[in-house]
Structure formats: C-alpha cells, structure tokens
C-alpha cells in the first residue's frame, strides 16, 4: 500500500500571502498525483492531475509541483475563498489509489 | 451538466446491509469507470471501491473486500453498492465519482467530479 503523509496538518496564512502544502508518498509514483480541495459541507473538487496539470476551471495562482516522492501545492496570493481543506491522491497505481490525510489552511 | 447523485444511506445495526446508488447525469456514463470513495472525520478520504465501464472488471479497497459489492447498469446510468456485514468502522459519508474515460490505455487523471455524499451509520 502506498501512504500518502500530508504537511502541515494546519497551516495558517494572511489573505494575499503565498500558502505552500506538502505531500509525500512512501515510494514513487512517478508524477501520478493529484490535488483536491473540499469547502466546508462540500465535495472535493479537483484542482491539479498528473501533478503539475491544472483542472478545468482552476485559476491559475494553483500550481501543482514535484515527482517521485515529493510533491507541493503552491497557491499564491491567497483569495478568501481558498481557505479550505486541501488532500493529494496518488494513482500510480491506478484503479486503486490512496489519500494523504489533509491539511487545512486556515487565515491567519 | 454533469450530476452524481447518491442514495440509500442512513443507520442500520452492525452486521447490517445497505444499498447505496449513484444516478449519473450530463455524460455518456458508458463510456466512464467509475468509483466509490468515503469520508470519515478521524480518517479523510479513503477508495472503497471502482468498476470498470462494463462492469466486468471491480476493485475493492481490502477494508470491504468480500463484504461489499459494486455494480453498475448502463442502462439507468446507474452504478451500486451492495454493504453486508456493516461494522462501526464503515461509518462515513460515501461519495460516488467520476474516473477515467474509457480508453487504450487509459490515462487516469483523478475523479472530476464527486456526488454529494450520503452519510452512512454503522451503530447499533
């Protein structure tokens, strides 16, 4: 099984600031990672694939990075609605898959 | 628009049963493999479970394996989740989404899009 290990847990960030979110898987999975993010009461929405790709839809201060073992979530100029809940998934080893466990990123 | 809508869940006694549906709309639901995924406070997101665009080909996370079952009707673009032997661990919000495109090979590329939820009690 691979383990998908998100940091921060929390993570607190002024509006207008630059919020990075880490994931890291327990063996490779090449650049088969995606990010999520889920708004209070509200689904997962998918915001990056193939770890750099962006969703359709998904502004462009989302950028997804890294490859291997090492990924991150870099949102810049944090709008208020980017406050959330945010998870990585790895396919790698596709139709089965596995979440890190969140990171929330709260306003500072 | 593409819509997911799931139903069925509520409270049932431990050692229970419970069919979850998922009514798919806004795509040629065909031509898609599709998955079911909960969500519990204390463990995130974990994959229950996926089935391929015929419904020949099914996976199961090993937590369900040989008590849950998945199925699917192209017909009513529908996909199913036979629960037997419900236990308090599988209290959660079930979510059915949207996988890959059928293709060769396919490119997997995340779930797009997800069901509301529906909440799902294991309790007695």
């Known amino acids: 099984e691979i383990v998908m290990t998100q940091s921060p847990a929390t993570l607190s960030v002024s509006p207008g600031e630059r919020a990075t979110l880490s994931c890291r898987a327990s063996?490779?999975?090449?650049?088969?990672l995606a990010w999520y993010q889920q708004l209070p009461g509200q689904t997962p929405r998918l915001l990056i694939y193939?770890?750099?790709t962006r969703a359709t839809g998904i502004p462009a201060r989302f950028t997804g990075s890294g490859s291997g073992t090492e990924f991150t979530l870099t949102i810049s100029s944090l709008q208020s609605e980017d406050f959330a809940l945010y998870y990585c998934q790895q396919y790698n080893n596709w139709p089965m898959c596995s979440f890190g466990q969140g990171t929330k990123l709260e306003i500072k | 628009q593409v819509q997911l809508v799931e139903s069925g869940g509520g409270l049932v006694k431990p050692g229970g049963s419970l069919r979850l549906s998922c009514a798919a709309s806004?795509?040629?639901?065909?031509?898609?493999?599709m998955a079911w995924i909960r969500q519990t406070p204390g463990k995130g997101l974990e994959w229950v479970s996926f089935i391929s665009t015929s419904g020949g080909v099914k996976k199961y996370a090993d937590s369900v394996e040989g008590r849950f079952t998945v199925s699917r009707d192209n017909a009513q673009n529908s996909i199913y989740l036979q629960m037997d032997s419900l236990r308090a661990e599988d209290t959660a919000v079930y979510f059915c989404a949207r996988d890959t495109l059928w293709a060769i090979p396919a490119t997997p590329s995340g779930y797009d899009f997800w069901g509301q939820g529906v909440l799902v009690t294991v309790s007695s």
């Open positions: 806004g795509f040629t639901f065909s031509d898609y493999y």
């Open positions: 193939a770890a750099s």
């Open positions: 063996q490779s999975v090449g650049s088969d």
